[in-house]
């Protein structure tokens, strides 16, 4: 059994690509496609959308933070490259700045909307979905990179493989 759990552990850190891979699935179906989506319903009212939104962001927010502990723990305890460590880092301090910051903001506007109280018309919003969006795109690239590293350790696995080294 010990010997099928380091396998596993082995696979899931050579292939933490795929952690990144359905992070990425999980952004672009709710923040790009979803939450617009949501508010051309013409039969939802505002606040039933925000109440919604609320809810269903902060589900996608535990599941980044669980994608971004797992990815951030296999790529410094696995010894991944400088640059893969340090990508995961920036995307890391992007979520904690989006739910720290961003989340407590936007939760109290959202919060008096459903309320119905009256709220301000500036929002923070904008700066979230800028924000959402450079996370996508410093995650596609760390995507990138992880896939590239997974390639070269696969090539340098298969040049020392006993079937290699009989031929």
């Known amino acids: ?5 380091k396998r596993l552990l082995a696979r899931i850190t050579e ?4 952690f990144t891979l359905l992070w990425i699935g999980f952004v672009c179906a ?3 496609m979803e939450t617009p989506l949501k508010f051309q319903a013409p039969s939802l009212t505002l606040p039933v959308a925000l109440e919604i939104g609320h809810l269903v962001f902060h589900a996608l927010n535990a599941l980044e933070i669980g994608f971004a502990s797992a990815i951030t723990a296999i ?3 696995k010894g991944w490259p400088r640059r893969i460590r340090a990508l995961t ?4 301090l992007l979520l904690a700045t989006q739910t720290i910051l961003l989340y407590t903001v936007l939760d109290a506007r959202t919060l008096a909307i459903i309320h119905g109280l009256e709220v ?3 929002s923070f919003h904008p700066y979230y979905v800028a924000l959402e969006g450079v996370k996508l795109a410093l ?3 760390l995507a990138y990179l992880q896939l590239e590293e997974y390639d070269v350790r696969i090539r340098k696995v298969a040049q020392f493989s ?3 080294a009989k031929g």
């Open 89 to 92: 880092l920036l995307i890391v």
């Open 139 to 141: 995650l596609l690239y």
């Open 75 to 77: 790529t410094l305890i």
């Open 120 to 122: 301000p018309e500036r």
């Open 162 to 164: 006993p079937e290699t």
């Open 30 to 32: 709710i923040s790009f």
């Open 15 to 18: 292939r933490v690509f795929v």
């Open 1 to 5: 059994m010990n010997s099928l759990r």
